[in-house]
């Protein structure tokens, strides 16, 4: 629950509080991890009323855990939505969103480019079981979507050159066909969008990144209206089964108390980073959503309350600077993911997106000298003279 007295504070204070309260058993401060799959019925009655959905309770942890739930909570108070269903990772809550909402014959469209995963999953998968499949341009949304259209999906910013979607226009195309409106809120994080209060009904997270932010746990989370959420979890999460553990969850409900300080270090961080790198002689170019001249720099504004973490650069030197730039750095560690405290980099043409058809790789702006920097919470001065050591050095 929500403690009593919560629900008008600020986000900063929702942060550190929404979900938790005191344990009603033993009145921990901390939420307790419950480790447990299984939970007694207590009486044989009672056990027939809780199958029977004629009393509350929980009954197996791949459905429902206490510690699982208040991490549900929490995220879906951060994104001002009804409920949340948490999941064993980012692609497992994809998957279930995507499984019970979608079926032969029912479109999924989106606008790119997308998580590689995702993308992997609508077009190997979905489209094996009857499902189409459409990438739509969102200069020509209309044209894309029709009445068979389920569900309309996005992320923003996106991958790799943190190239923004105008939600508002997403979720307007979208409910005139009678879709839903997904938005992956992974690189923004609720501190940073909404997309809710921007017309999206469903907000997908990879919890791995940001929420937890410290790389040491794999997770994901749907937060949307209470109806469409339990149907996720009795079917998407009862039956394809990638349920979150509860000491993950912990870990994730922990993320979420430091998550609005993380944020605002990040984004100032990044900042420092994308400023001293555009005017260096050895960059070609810098994607980051707060210069002035970044392509959807007005949208940014409206839409985000600060810029974000990441930071994708294009060295003039094409791979060999790319690959001397990533071999010199220090404090930024070449691994994928994102949203960690530690700073990691990583050169997308030779490795995420390494088995992209060349040209479409190119499309995407995934160029031989971009490297993608996922600026950590160090402090901001050791990171520009790291960027800067590793450009000259
Ligand atoms: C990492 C990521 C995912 C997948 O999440 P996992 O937790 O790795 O399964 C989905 N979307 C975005 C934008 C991501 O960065």
């Known amino acids: 629950m929500v403690p009593s007295g919560m629900s008008d504070k600020r986000i900063g204070t929702r942060a550190v509080h929404a979900g938790a309260g005191l344990d009603p058993t033993t009145g921990a401060h901390a939420t307790p991890i419950v480790q447990t799959s299984t939970f007694g019925y207590r ?23 206490p510690t699982v739930a208040a991490f549900e909570r929490s995220l879906a108070d951060l994104e001002g939505a009804e409920a949340g269903v948490a999941f064993s990772s980012g692609m497992a809550a994809i998957a279930a969103l995507a499984f019970t909402v979608l079926a032969p ?8 480019p997308l998580y590689g995963g995702s993308e992997g999953l609508f077009l190997e998968v979905l489209q094996r079981f009857g499902v189409p499949v459409r990438a739509v341009d969102a200069d020509d949304l209309d044209r894309g979507l029709d009445p068979a259209t389920g569900i309309v999906y996005l992320e923003t910013p996106t991958n790799p050159t943190l190239r923004l979607h105008d939600l508002r226009a997403a979720a307007d195309a979208a409910h005139a066909v009678g879709a839903l409106c997904v938005a992956d809120n992974t690189f923004s994080t609720p501190i940073l969008t909404r997309p809710l ?12 990144k940001y929420l937890g932010g410290h790389g040491d746990a794999l997770g994901g989370v749907l937060a949307g ?12 999460l009862r039956h394809l089964g990638g349920a979150l553990g509860p000491l993950e969850a912990f870990l994730f409900i922990r993320g979420l108390k430091t998550l609005p300080l993380r944020i605002e270090r990040h984004c100032a961080n990044a900042r420092r ?3 001293t790198l555009r005017d260096h002689p050895s960059v070609a170019a810098v994607h980051w959503p707060g210069f002035p001249d970044h392509p959807q720099h007005d949208l940014a504004t409206r839409q985000m309350a600060d810029f974000g973490g990441m930071v994708s650069l294009e060295l003039t030197g094409g791979k060999p600077a790319a690959g001397r730039f990533l071999d010199r750095l220090t404090l930024f560690t070449q691994a994928v993911s994102l949203g960690d405290v530690e700073s990691l980099a990583t050169h997308p043409a030779s490795t995420t997106h390494q088995l992209l058809d060349p040209e479409l790789r190119l499309r995407e702006g995934v160029t031989d000298g971009l490297v993608r920097l996922s600026v950590g919470i160090e402090d901001g001065d050791d990171l520009v003279e790291d960027v800067l050591q590793a450009l000259t050095g």
């Open 273 to 275: 980073v994308a400023e």
């Open 225 to 236: 209206p209470a109806e469409l959420m339990a149907e996720i979890r009795m079917e998407g």
């Open 197 to 208: 209060e921007h017309g999206a009904d469903v907000v997908v997270h990879s919890a791995t």
């Open 43 to 65: 009486s044989f009655a009672r056990g027939e009323r809780l199958f029977a959905g004629d009393e509350e309770g929980y009954l197996y942890s791949r459905v429902g855990n």
């Open 105 to 112: 014959g029912r479109q999924i469209a989106y606008l790119g």
